[in-house]
């Protein structure tokens, strides 16, 4: 089999997930999230967060939770700001349209939005004699890391929930690999910080080892009522609750989602110097564990026949941008092996 | 922990699909379906169907499943014909609607549609001068066993079908049960005969001895154009596919799906006999896993206190139907369990 | 040209409204409803209805008009109870669900909703442990008169109302022909009336003398935010508002609106006198501008080629049931004519 | 009354289409366009373009046109391709994406698309891996005249077109201002071209004359099926379609659309040279009824208490662009008046 870094999606889940899926196993459990390894995990995701009041739904994808999140809190006349980069401006098919909302798109930064160019669309829309016909701006919507690996600082999140805050629409953090994002070496930011600086996020399971998973934390009790409904409204409700319960009862036990986040960090790091040290150049410096790598047409054709990486856009005739990432399973063994073939 | 019949999702999943992720777990396969096991899982059921050319998807639960396939299938001027107590009418919380399309209902006989009401709809709906203003009929929806248990038989079904290609509209099965219906003794059925008698119907997972997951196949090239984006669409699309894969390869590999779908159904039918000997009453006579028992309140309390199960509807004030439901993991000792507290 | 009872918009506008549009067409006013004659229509039918504060919308159609008002109360979780035989349970072509949310249909009784199964319907509803993957019903919908021309007493609305109230849900009445039930001489109830017995009404015009257009009335402050957007978002906007606001400006001048409904009714009186002395049998007892006759084959046949009239619906082979009409355009002449015809 | 060119539908109806409404006022005709009037106004529409099979549609507003014909002619997954700047990507309150689809915005240049930006973009969509993770580009709309009153040319129009055909997607016209553009001194095509250039496009009536009313002109068959109920889904069915039918056949009769047209192009030609001569600076050419002019803060001042024109964009902080409209209406006398105030 090929060596591969195509995704942090590749491996199943981390084995103590299994372990835990597998002694479970007989016990008889309510469904819909009824369950005493969903409760728990819930009360461990609330003490990561220092939020004993946040109100947490399990689901099953990231795509899913963005269009259950976004279309349960906008209103209809509303829709939601994000970067034109943003996952939900490109990659999600069109779920957000698909419930009826329009993604406004500001530009992107590296895949950020800029706090001060968020504030002159505001003031714009504000000020703007026509915007009773015209889309509201009705929630702020980042990524965190960015589909680009990059992070947000403290400062800049400060800043741009400031002003969500000063035009009261919520806040909401995607943070499909939250874990890789707080543990990066360049993050100022820890999992209370983020419950302190916006209103709703995801703490990300499918790409931090889980099978499959998303855990919703509302603080600010922004959770919209019978938001249970909406979930199954959307087919979003899994039957066998427990399979997410336990998957996130298992990585908020003993800090393993920190863990395995910063372990795949430092692979990518390392992972960087490797490409660094071998004359390559990087399409841009990310602290995560997603490396942007430039490619000329040979090294692409050559390198792909013995690796596996994700294709990320053409750059010129004669360059693309490939991706290569880290996961809990990546190990010394297979950087090496890359290190062989560079 | 007390014992429960709550329902047939109130275990894990069959152990041989837990030992398949375990082994598995390691390899690095791409996601989104693109991985061998998936590859197996579409070869096998094709096989199982007698239908090399279905095209085959697979989804995370039976809501989700109804509202891609609806949708997707339906035009936006079309609803979708269903008995008044079908899933899609009743407890999917509007998913269908919510999509854009109306349910129609029809009256529902112990579950089932009646052929010659559904023909009578028809016929009224396509003489009424009003009916440019009116929601077409764009579809049938019927589930395999019915929400009550209950099973068509070939000439019901062959008699649905008719009038569905005398319409021209497409039949769809929800099979969330189907391997309870099929493995009854009652059933004279068969897979290849549901991919014979209808235009696409699902193969549930979730409630027959998966994690979840429940298997999409369509016939007579019936898949709508670019169905992988509309399931992206409706946020329903797993970045891990592969547990989607090696679930449902393990589920038809040696027959497993129909060994335990007939277990299920056998405990179901001594379950049967037991409250029949103890003097129940049946609210129906439900040849599949799935038994409706009419309690009044004083045993409904007693037993409540020693055994779950399931409250299905007031029969009157002193009268209620619980179900109690058998799966692939209900053994013989808790039935004996259920005989003591009977 | 043939007599026609066809409908009551077989003709175009009370003469009084095409002076007015006449008398202004000249005048240079702002578009989208600022304009001094939409300003005085809503001061007017503020006043008609004893209620300074409603909040006022014009609109062009009652289709329309149900759409936007139902999916601009409702939540995503929501849905609205109707007769079976309500007007969007039946002949708008699925408008409600293609916003989104389920028509939840009850019994009609000559097309009215009965309070205390409605009463029965929610109680059940909040009874139901399963109600968390059902519609919650967020409205009631009826129409005053009904579909089938019949009017609820001032004690059968209360009743209605008083259940909305108590569950915390608004009730909107479908006024499309409202003039016709509040001057009938069946009705015991005025439009403050109406006004003090729901949360959101509205005053067809399309049907009672103007060209097209409704007039929307929230009372107790229940317009939902930015309602003007939401309008725009259905595409319900007019851009010359002033085509509106001349017309219920028109009909609230002189009281327009209730004298030519007042007629409609009168000429409907005389006309079911008509078919009663002929021996014709009704088919119900229409008290509004609406009567539902019975004719047998050959009467319809016959009678078909001398006058036109609606075929409403089949009663048995040999007998149906066809509407005939009255409006502010219906005079002696024409009923004279029918006269003779019968 | 304050001088207005505040836009193009600031007056009523041409004094034609009132003549014709009272003319006609007491003939009986069945509802929802199955009248006379309206199947003359299609007659004389289908010979105007040269197209003896169009299927036509008249509708009440351009945001609902747009709304019901993309939702229509879109698939699912698809999205509609449109100018940044253009009516459905700004000013339509989001009713693109509350029908479901994205509007999926390229550069404007003057509000037109670039043939060879859109073809880019297409080769770049299909070239994607990822492309069945994102909105399919299933229709391009443009507008003739633009939102900033310019022109596409003959050979511009065809270079989109083509690329249209190449792709296999429908082109989309809005000709909100249709009489205005082909009545342009300026313009190189006719009705039978836009016909020929694009498969469905609308001829603007509440723009160009009509109290309100748009005729939507499919070619090439494209008409999508059951396309009135679509229309009454959305709840843009108009009762008395005679409204439609009558204004339509009246400006469709003796050229009166195109006279009126020019008349407003003619005007807007005066007012232009107007401004130059005056020495006010124009934000572009525009060769059709709207003039876009740009004024300092001051000029804005003193010209807003004497004349209403329209805000369009703050140029900088101290110049703004204003809109300055001519219409059937406008005459000699206004732009003398005009003339004095500048």
Chains 1, 2, 3, 4 share one sequence.
Not at 157 to 180: F, H, M, N
Request: proline share 3%; glycine share 8%; hydrophobic share 40%.
């Amino acid at each position: 089999m090929m060596l591969s870094f195509e995704s942090d999606y590749i491996e199943g889940a981390h084995p103590t997930i299994l372990e835990n899926l597998e002694k479970t196993n007989y016990e008889q459990l309510s469904g819909y999230g009824a369950d005493i390894y969903t409760e728990r995990a819930i009360e461990k995701i609330r003490k990561a967060c220092c939020r004993p009041d946040a109100e947490i739904f399990f689901l099953s994808g990231g795509t899913q939770t963005n269009q259950v999140v976004i279309s349960s809190l906008l209103r209809s006349f509303e829709g939601v700001i994000a970067a034109e980069t943003g996952h939900i401006s490109v990659h999600e098919a069109g779920a957000i349209e698909y419930s009826g909302h329009k993604v406004i798109q500001l530009p992107g930064h590296d895949g950020k939005l800029d706090a001060e160019e968020l504030r002159q669309f505001l003031e714009a829309f504000y000020q703007d004699g026509n915007r009773e016909h015209m889309v509201f701006p009705g929630m702020v919507y980042l990524s965190y890391p960015t589909e680009f690996g990059t992070l947000y600082s403290k400062e800049e999140l400060t800043a741009v929930y400031s002003l969500c805050k000063e035009y009261d629409i919520p806040l909401y953090l995607d943070g499909a690999r939250l874990g890789y994002g707080l543990m990066s070496r360049k993050s100022d930011l820890t999992l209370p910080d983020i419950g302190d600086l916006c209103d709703v996020f995801y703490i990300g399971g499918t790409k931090v080892g889980a099978l499959m998973g998303e855990a919703v934390v509302f603080t600010n009790r922004r959770a919209p009522a019978h938001f249970f409904t909406s979930v199954k409204q959307h087919g979003a409700l899994l039957a066998k609750g427990r399979l997410l319960g336990i998957q996130f009862d298992t990585l908020f036990t003993d800090d393993l989602y920190f863990r395995i986040s910063r372990h795949a960090d430092e692979m990518a790091e390392e992972m960087k110097s490797l490409f660094l040290s071998k004359g390559y150049e990087l399409y841009l410096d990310s602290p995560t564990n997603q490396q942007f790598v430039i490619l000329d047409n040979d090294q692409m054709e050559k390198l792909g026949k013995a690796v596996k990486f994700s294709f990320w856009d053409k750059l010129d005739d004669s360059h693309s941008v490939v991706r290569f990432a880290a996961s809990w399973a990546t190990d010394r063994e297979s950087l090496d092996a890359l290190a062989q073939l560079l």
